[in-house]
């Protein structure tokens, strides 16, 4: 794999001049980049999937929920329906995606809607239901909308500094994209991570001159869906785990750390489950001996599955800030939106 991507070096090249032509036109103006008069800001990375942008979006979710009417526009990932759509809860995963249906399943006093085109979902949202503050997931390279907050996430051993464009690496642009950013958060980080390895990922990213914040996951005490289980417990259990997310390593780890005893069936991200391999799952279920057994999933799997499979359940995550710089981050952001509310 690693030798076919050296292979493709010069398509990387040929990317690299047309993601930096097209920024430049929207730099100079030649592109139209369109601004709204509301705090719009804008979750995203460099690199292609599994940064933790929705543990990000939900933090920013209920952050923000209590204080401003919030609306969270996604493209819908994945999807079969086209345009605008406002989520609700008579939709499915193939409707909306997974993400926004898991932010309106998650989040009661919230608008949730999913456009391809984020300039006309974001006027949608604003003519419809009068937003005072919109997230926009997975944005950062949607030039057409002039965000006004931008969070630039990368992950913590696969930092963009590290990584050259697609198809030899896994950048969706130049690292000079960077600049954009207001701030950049280094993302699942180890709950221990060192003063001294946190300079050193500071350094790496001191030449773009932004405020730098460290996450980790938090993942939930116990199981949610058709079993709670809590983590303790989960040992005495065996375990199909089944993944569709960009990067599972994480939860194997977690899973690992706390002794469980799992056997890990892994699809490709948003997979879209077939009626055949919901029965293989099933069939793995059923094949366990022992009286206590669960399927466990994650959330975002969870919203794909729980309609097809009534014996699942997942374990929750949420993004939680280290070395107390959650104070700091929070006010960064609620600033911005006093500072940028419509008069």
């Given at each position: 794999?690693?030798?076919?991507?050296?292979?493709?070096?010069?398509?990387?090249?040929?990317?690299?001049?047309?993601?930096?032509?097209?920024?430049?036109?929207?730099?100079?103006?030649?592109?139209?980049?369109?601004?709204?008069?509301?705090?719009?800001?804008?979750?995203?990375?460099?690199?292609?999937?599994?940064?933790?942008?929705?543990?990000?979006?939900?933090?920013?979710?209920?952050?923000?929920?209590?204080?401003?009417k919030?609306?969270?526009l996604?493209r819908?990932?994945?999807?079969?329906?086209?345009?605008?759509?406002?989520?609700?809860?008579?939709?499915?995963?193939?409707?909306?995606?997974?993400?926004?249906?898991?932010?309106?399943?998650?989040?009661?006093?919230?608008?949730?809607?999913?456009?391809?085109?984020?300039?006309?979902?974001?006027?949608?949202?604003?003519?419809?239901?009068?937003?005072?503050?919109?997230?926009?997931?997975?944005?950062?390279?949607?030039?057409?909308?002039?965000?006004?907050?931008?969070?630039?996430?990368?992950?913590?051993?696969?930092?963009?500094?590290?990584?050259?464009?697609?198809?030899?690496?896994?950048?969706?642009?130049?690292?000079?994209?960077?600049?954009?950013?207001?701030?950049?958060?280094?993302?699942?980080?180890?709950?221990?991570?060192?003063?001294q390895?946190?300079?050193?990922?500071?350094?790496?990213?001191?030449?773009?001159?932004?405020?730098?914040?460290?996450?980790?996951?938090?993942?939930?005490?116990?199981?949610?869906?058709?079993?709670?289980?809590?983590i303790?417990?989960?040992?005495?259990?065996?375990?199909?785990?089944?993944?569709?997310?960009?990067?599972?390593?994480?939860?194997?780890?977690?899973?690992?750390?706390?002794?469980?005893?799992?056997k890990?069936?892994?699809?490709?991200?948003?997979?879209?489950?077939?009626?055949?391999?919901?029965?293989?799952?099933?069939s793995?279920?059923?094949?366990?001996?022992?009286?206590?057994?669960i399927?466990?999933?994650?959330?975002?799997?969870?919203?794909?599955?729980?309609?097809?499979?009534?014996?699942?359940?997942y374990l929750?995550?949420q993004?939680?800030?280290?070395f107390?710089?959650?104070q700091?981050?929070?006010?960064?952001?609620?600033?911005?939106?006093?500072?940028?509310?419509?008069?």
């Amino acid at each position: 794999m690693k030798f076919l991507r050296y292979i493709l070096f010069p398509f990387a090249i040929i990317y690299d001049v047309v993601t930096r032509i097209r920024n430049f036109c929207f730099n100079v103006g030649v592109f139209k980049e369109t601004t709204f008069q509301i705090p719009v800001l804008v979750v995203g990375n460099l690199s292609v999937g599994g940064t933790g942008k929705t543990p990000q979006i939900e933090y920013l979710i209920r952050l923000l929920k209590d204080s401003y009417k919030t609306s969270v526009l996604s493209r819908g990932y994945g999807r079969k329906t086209k345009g605008f759509l406002l989520v609700n809860n008579s939709h499915t995963a193939e409707e909306v995606g997974d993400e926004p249906l898991q932010y309106d399943n998650k989040f009661s006093n919230i608008d949730v809607a999913v456009d391809a085109n984020r300039v006309e979902g974001i006027s949608s949202l604003i003519n419809n239901q009068s937003p005072e503050v919109i997230l926009l997931d997975d944005a950062f390279q949607h030039r057409k909308v002039k965000g006004s907050f931008y969070i630039l996430l990368t992950k913590y051993n696969d930092l963009f500094t590290d990584d050259f464009l697609l198809p030899t690496g896994n950048l969706r642009e130049s690292r000079s994209g960077a600049k954009r950013a207001d701030v950049i958060v280094v993302t699942k980080c180890p709950e221990d991570l060192s003063q001294q390895a946190k300079q050193k990922l500071k350094n790496k990213l001191q030449k773009y001159n932004k405020q730098v914040f460290f996450t980790t996951i938090s993942y939930d005490e116990k199981t949610s869906g058709s079993q709670n289980i809590s983590i303790d417990d989960l040992k005495k259990y065996e375990v199909i785990l089944v993944t569709g997310i960009a990067n599972p390593k994480p939860m194997l780890s977690f899973l690992n750390q706390k002794v469980v005893n799992f056997k890990h069936l892994k699809f490709a991200d948003h997979h879209h489950f077939s009626e055949k391999e919901i029965e293989m799952i099933k069939s793995e279920y059923e094949d366990l001996q022992s009286s206590k057994k669960i399927i466990l999933t994650t959330e975002k799997d969870y919203v794909r599955l729980s309609n097809k499979i009534a014996e699942i359940s997942y374990l929750g995550i949420q993004t939680a800030f280290l070395f107390d710089q959650e104070q700091q981050f929070n006010k960064i952001v609620t600033t911005h939106i006093q500072q940028n509310q419509r008069y």
